[in-house]
């Protein structure tokens, strides 16, 4: 079956990313990688509000304490509210669109870098796993395609940095989820059009017995960020290929998919106070003047109805 999506905001992002719903202020949060910037979305808004930040973004979660938890340039970060004024349930977002100051509704923290040696990698996606781990993997900040260089790490509750997989030989590192039996994780390594499946062992954090879930076709893009449904399948942002596909992992095949009117989807999740919202982040970054005025939505994010349910989002325990 194919769905439709519509654009539901304003924005015009260079590279957004790493969608995530919150249920306390009713919100959407994400990023724009290029730009550096954190900017949080309700509907009524049109248009997100947007802070600044000083280093690249990989990926932004919630934690159990209040706050998000962010995967950055150079290392894990926590985000603590200083306020909440602009981005509560009865904010009108009168700034909706400018870059405000990070300083004036945030302590930044920054924790530890997995990788202090390797300045030419980055933190990228991340997800938080049941058990309150967040999840994220390096990636070459240039030559990403080509040079391989990333590991999946995890920044566990009390905050040690721990590797999982990878040593040195992912792509980019990309979109995670996890059953909801809690067994298997799923996991995208961008360049080799994979999303593979492991293992997974909630108590340890292990991950193991990895295979291939998913191969994507050369004609269908890039497999980018990714979430899973309440029926244990996999929506996975087909970069390039101008849609969002429905995978079963067990039988390695596409069931549904989304189709927009930009070629760059980047990521997914399901939100909404029914978790029933399909919402997804483009880019336009790359794009040539003339696909630009093809494209004039390219960086919109996007909703679409998609006819089943998704989970929300574990929270970091630390």
Known sequence: MQFKARAVSLDRAVLGEG????????CYWWIDIELKRLHCFRDEW??????????????????????????????????????????????????????????????????????????????????????????????RIDD???????????????????????????????????SSDARRFFYVDSPRRVIYAFDYQQDSGEISNCKVAFQV??????????????????WVALWGAGRVAR?????????????????????????GPNLDQLLITTASIGLSDSQRAEEPLAGALFHANVGVRGFAPHEFGG
């Open 19 to 26: 969608p995530l719903w919150d249920a306390s202020y009713q």
């Open 46 to 139: 049109r248009q997100s509000l947007t802070w600044q930040l000083d280093q690249i973004p990989g990926a932004v979660a919630l934690r159990r304490g209040g706050g998000l938890v962010m995967a950055l340039q150079f290392g894990f970060a926590l985000l603590e509210p200083l306020s909440t004024e602009r981005f509560s349930s009865r904010s009108t977002a009168p700034s909706c669109g400018q870059a405000g100051n990070l300083g004036e509704d945030w302590k930044l923290i920054m924790l530890q870098s997995p990788e202090p040696a390797r300045p030419e990698n980055r933190l990228n996606d991340g997800k938080v796993d049941p058990a309150g781990r967040f999840w994220a993997g390096t990636m």
């Open 144 to 178: 990403h395609m080509t040079h391989y260089t990333g590991t999946l790490y995890s920044l566990e509750p009390n905050h040690a940095i721990r590797a999982h997989w990878g040593d040195g030989v992912i792509g980019v590192s990309n979109g995670m989820a996890w």
């Open 217 to 234: 076709p050369a004609d269908l893009g890039y497999p980018d960020g990714m979430t899973i449904d309440a029926e244990d399948k996999l």
């Open 247 to 271: 995978v079963c992992p067990l039988q390695g095949r596409i069931l549904d998919e989304v189709i927009l009117p930009v070629s760059i989807p980047t990521a997914c999740t399901f939100g």
